[in-house]
């Protein structure tokens, strides 16, 4: 990480999403690893939910935090496969305003060093819309751990250089 100790750290609010037919709070493991990193990392839970693999549903909890003042980014995890149920792309379609291309880009070239060529069954992806974050991350307790330790711990953290997301979500809402 390209950390610029002199700067202060901005803390952000993160809601954790899990996208599942299965799981629940009791066993949602890579949930769990995610509020654990964030909080870890000097950020606070402002929510946590488990909709199951409904794009509508899910586009609805998206949809609630997105128009909440109190969470400035959003991480799901899970539905991010090509079976039938995976749908979490394409509920981030259903809300997005732009997409972020390069999460995904970056994510599968990492995921390519642990997974293989599996990883071209990943549909990782990130979006913005109305000044709040949304990051897609499959549901493997290794998927949210490379996606947190390799992509999201530096680029949610207010002193990485040469750029982040924190510092723009001041003007994601720019016209």
């Not at 799981?23 to 950020?43: C, P, V």
């Amino acid at each position: 990480m390209a950390i610029d100790e002199s700067l202060t750290f901005k803390p952000i609010n993160i809601a954790i999403l899990t996208v599942s037919d299965t799981r629940t709070i009791e066993d949602d493991t890579s949930g769990n690893i995610l509020i654990d990193r964030l909080t870890g990392a000097g950020h606070s839970l402002a929510e946590r939910a488990i909709v199951t693999d409904d794009a509508v549903l899910v586009a609805q909890q998206l949809t609630q935090w997105i128009d909440s003042d109190t969470v400035d980014a959003i991480i799901t995890t899970g539905g991010t496969g090509l079976t039938g149920r995976d749908v979490t792309p394409e509920a981030l379609d259903m809300v997005k305003e732009k997409d972020i291309p390069g999460f995904g880009e970056v994510f599968r070239y990492l995921s390519l060093k642990t997974i293989g060529t599996s990883t071209v069954q990943s549909r990782a992806c990130a979006v913005v819309t109305r000044g709040t974050y949304i990051f897609a991350l499959p549901g493997s307790n290794g998927a949210v751990k490379d996606g947190w330790d390799s992509i999201l711990a530096e680029q949610l953290d207010s002193r990485n250089r040469p750029c982040n997301f924190v510092d723009l979500i001041p003007r994601l809402r720019e016209v």
